[in-house]
């Protein structure tokens, strides 16, 4: 994740060895306020970086959201910074520590690559999730037989399926509690008809989403099968938007061995804007919901 509007990064494979208080989020916030803190006052990260005996690198990670934010380094930072006031001070290391605390996602870490942290927290914390998908139904909106279906497609086996069940069994909760997201998805109707476990599981799949669908929160469109290209075609991706105003939209595109996070605004605007151009043209939502009523009675 990157600070508003400096461009993005790779996070690369796994190397060896309440929403808006998400310590995600909190975090990546926090690491923008010191950042724009430093540039008010036109210190270099080599100078901050000097206040914490670190390296401008390591100012870099604290700015970004990428790494906890000790107490002492938040002290001399807010001392260099002039920020004085007991009460701001206060306030900014009271949320730095509950930023530090770790969330649930964590206790699943045996089966969940670095790079895909990072998403899982700003999941939890985005106020709208929108979605295309053109090979599976997105994870967020998979029923449980669907899901270990498709976790069994990957390199796993016993166990790592199951906890990886679980795991996204546990992030579809943010979908039913108080204040939940709004869940926007769009789905190729080819990936409804691609066989994806026993024609059973096919059919409860698609009943899932029926119910689904009829929740306020959840919107579904499907692009129908045939349709002619458009602009994302074949290249899943998921925007994520905050209510936090120090958190910028982020655009997530997942790979085989790693993540692209994306906060640039011209490259979240181009990738919204290729979306709605998309739902403009594809089956409303209530289009949708008689489309799968078919694929349900077809069997």
Not at 140 to 147: F, G, V
Not at 169 to 186: D, E, G, I, S, Y
Not at 210 to 221: F, G
């Amino acid at each position: 994740m990157i600070a508003k509007g400096a461009g993005s990064w790779n996070e690369p494979a796994e190397p060896q060895g309440a929403a808006g208080s998400a310590p995600t989020a909190l975090r990546i916030a926090l690491g923008a306020q010191l950042r724009q803190l430093r540039e008010v006052r036109g210190i270099s990260r080599e100078e901050a970086a000097d206040a914490i005996r670190g390296s401008d690198a390591k100012i870099s990670r604290m700015e970004l959201g990428r790494v906890g934010l000790k107490d002492r380094d938040v002290r001399d930072l807010l001392a260099l910074y002039g920020i004085t006031d007991p009460t701001e001070r206060d306030q900014f290391l009271a949320l730095a520590k509950q930023a530090n605390t770790q969330g649930w996602w964590h206790e699943f870490g045996d089966v969940m690559p670095r790079w895909f942290e990072m998403f899982v927290g700003l999941e939890q914390a985005a106020s709208v999730i929108r979605t295309y998908e053109a090979q599976f139904v997105p994870g967020l909106l998979q029923s449980p037989e669907y899901a270990r279906s498709v976790i069994g497609l990957g390199p796993w086996a016993g166990q790592d399926i199951e906890r990886r069940l679980a795991l996204r069994m546990h992030r579809q909760q943010l979908l039913t509690r108080p204040n939940a997201p709004k869940v926007w998805a769009v789905i190729e109707e080819t990936a409804l008809r691609r066989r994806t476990g026993s024609p059973e599981v096919r059919q409860a799949q698609l009943e899932h989403l029926a119910t689904l669908t009829a929740r306020q929160n959840i919107t579904l469109q499907l692009v129908p099968d045939p349709f002619g290209g458009h602009p994302v075609s074949g290249v899943p991706f998921t925007l994520l938007r905050f209510a936090e105003p120090d958190l910028p939209d982020v655009v997530y595109l997942e790979q085989l061995t790693g993540a692209l996070y994306l906060d640039k605004r011209r490259d979240v605007d181009h990738y919204a804007a290729a979306l709605d151009s998309l739902c403009a043209q594809i089956l409303t939502p209530d289009e949708t919901a008689a489309a799968l009523q078919r694929l349900i009675d077809e069997g």
